[in-house]
């Protein structure tokens, strides 16, 4: 394996923490964070890496990472932390990071499903699941593959059961606030 020389960009925190404050230099590696984290198991880095490597300024480890794709925000790294580090917001922080700058993942469909979830908040206000899983299907190759298998059925079946119960609209739904909501989301970007 080959290594290579660290090399620190102490700045790199600083401008993440103008968007916080996230505290994450407050992180003495205690790893409750991972511990807790009911994802770990599929990290390639746990949380406390995550944080050591953004005190770091390892801009790219990071955002190349699957940990952010993976982290599900539940907050228990962050309620663990002894030193109250905002550790899921940071995951989320550096998720749009990672969009932003158009950085590839290594999980398509998890950052698909992301793009796919805040481009329907920024239509309707709210979620409209009558569209999100089908352009999130579309964006990232699975409908050609549910078409094939035959799962596209049991996927519209499951939908069917869901309009015949109102459990979904055919149509989006509007909400109060609408302009609120796609300020705050243009503003995130």
Not at 100 to 127: D, M, W
Not at 161 to 178: E, W, Y
Request: glycine share 8%.
């Amino acid at each position: 394996m080959e290594q290579h020389a660290l090399i620190p960009d102490f700045s790199f925190l600083e401008r993440v923490e103008s968007f916080g404050p996230f505290n994450a230099a407050e992180c003495f590696q205690c790893r409750k964070c991972t511990n807790g984290c009911p994802a770990s198991f599929e990290m390639d880095l746990f949380p406390d890496q995550i944080i050591r490597l953004a005190v770091l300024g390892q801009r790219a480890e990071i955002l190349q990472s699957k940990t952010i794709w993976i982290c599900a925000s539940c907050e228990t790294c962050s309620t663990r932390c002894p030193n109250g580090i905002r550790i899921a917001e940071l995951m989320d922080y550096f998720k749009e990071m990672a969009v932003r700058s158009g950085v590839p993942t290594a999980l398509p469909r998890i950052s698909g499903f992301h793009k796919a979830f805040l481009e329907n908040i920024r239509f309707t206000g709210r979620v409209f699941e009558g569209a999100l899983l089908p352009v999130w299907w579309a964006r990232t190759g699975q409908i050609g593959e549910k078409i094939r298998t035959g799962e596209v059925r049991n996927d519209l079946k499951q939908a069917m059961g869901l309009f015949s119960r109102n459990r979904m609209s055919l149509g989006p739904r509007k909400i109060k606030g609408r302009s609120q909501v796609k300020a705050i989301l243009r503003s995130s970007r």
